[in-house]
């Protein structure tokens, strides 16, 4: 059980101090337990389900043709054929017309995609029993080496969470030494007649599954009256196999060169070429390269006319906003201002505060940027006056999902070069300027998953 039913923001009184985390991870888990393991809160996943009929999955001595059982007849396919074998349609009836997902209750299917990355239309499938994908009768559809991204789970009900967060409260106080703890303790001192006892408290609310709070264990009782320890389970050996995608973690650090590549989309970053050295780029001759690589750096490919420079006209956009708050200055702009972090800008008319040149920290919007200013705080006014970008000479990388795809095989993030190339004298000069990572993002989702027949 991964999921929280309770987060450190909502504890209060306690939600900042050292043990929040801690409280409410132990309290979810707990209750978790406690209440028979039901509620495990939603999950989601992506999972690659593998052909039972491919070749790879017995070795490379296996007969490449296989049997397959189709509408009452017997066909014999060549392994790899499954993939994208047209003719197959779907029957409602094959092992190939339907996927049963490992997570359960499945609730809802965000997209599905076949093995070169692309998105399988959802007008070809639907959800049964929150647990199946089973495609539409009469259309293509093959089970072999689909990725799915769903959710799953069952969220705790607000009684539940309720509980959580009075139990992880408790714990808080626990964790932080606080005498107002009313968790049950183990030694209870007692004085009589001069005469002081140490007793040792049996806590057989402990062995009843129980936590002695009782808000905590109203709601235990309710839910598990018969003390069950896991939700009841049955096992099937014709579920599928899969094999959950766990991608490593960035291999540089974060930064705004980093491109995510949305599923058949473009990935773009907008850099200034001041803040990464290359405003030579602008002259001499010099155009930008860009090389991208997966993260074992066992493949990689040159991309032609992906990063852009631009040296637009410096002109003014004009103030109607302005605020402080914390050191950090906000601008609001009438028009678009089209300025990027890291670059320079001149603030003119506005008022003694925020005139001045300075360099842009953040870009919230399309119409406002902010800037670090030691003063005292303004609170958000209109504002007339100017402000100028003076740096704004820029370059654009842009990454499409094929060539992301072919490189990265969509599990790893990998990473990006830009260079700058130039012939001189029939010499090739060749300088690295900067280097990002580069990701395929989950997609988005595509379709709500619904049920039949329930």
Known sequence: MSNLWVTPEELGDFAETEFAYEAAKSASNLLWALSGRKYSGTTTVTERYVCAGRTYRYGPAIDNNKAILVDGDVYNFFSDDLDFYEDMTSDGMTSTSRIRLRGRPVTKIHTIRDRVGNIISPDKYYLVDHSTIQAVVGVPWSACNVEVTYSYGVEPPTMGKMAARTLAIEFAKLFNGDDTCALPQRVTSISRQGVSYTLLDSQDFIDEMRTGLYAVDLFLKSVNPDKAKAKARVFSTDVPRARRSAPKSMKLGA?????????????????????????????????????????????????????????????????????????????????????????????????????????????????????????????????????????????????????????????DPGTYELYGTRTVGGTTETSLICTGNLKIGLASSVINAYTIGS
């Open 255 to 411: 930064s705004a060169l980093d491109i995510v590549v949305p599923a058949g989309g473009t990935g773009t970053t907008n850099v200034s070429l001041d803040s990464i050295n290359g405003l030579f780029l602008l002259s001499g001759g010099w155009s930008p390269e860009v090389i991208i690589r997966n993260y074992g750096e066992t493949a990689s490919k040159t991309l032609t006319g992906a990063a852009v420079t631009s040296d637009p006209t410096t002109s003014a956009r004009t103030v109607t906003n302005k605020s402080l708050s914390s050191n950090v200055a906000t601008i609001t702009t009438s028009t678009d201002h089209g300025f990027y972090v890291d670059t320079e800008v001149v603030i003119a008319g506005v008022d003694a505060t925020f005139n001045g040149t300075y360099t842009i920290t953040q870009v919230p919007t399309p119409t406002t940027f902010r800037y670090a200013k030691t003063a005292s705080n303004v609170s958000s006014v209109a504002a007339s006056g100017t402000a100028t970008s003076t740096t704004d000479d820029r370059i654009t990388i842009s990454v499409t999902y094929a060539d992301a795809l072919e490189v990265l095989k969509m599990i």
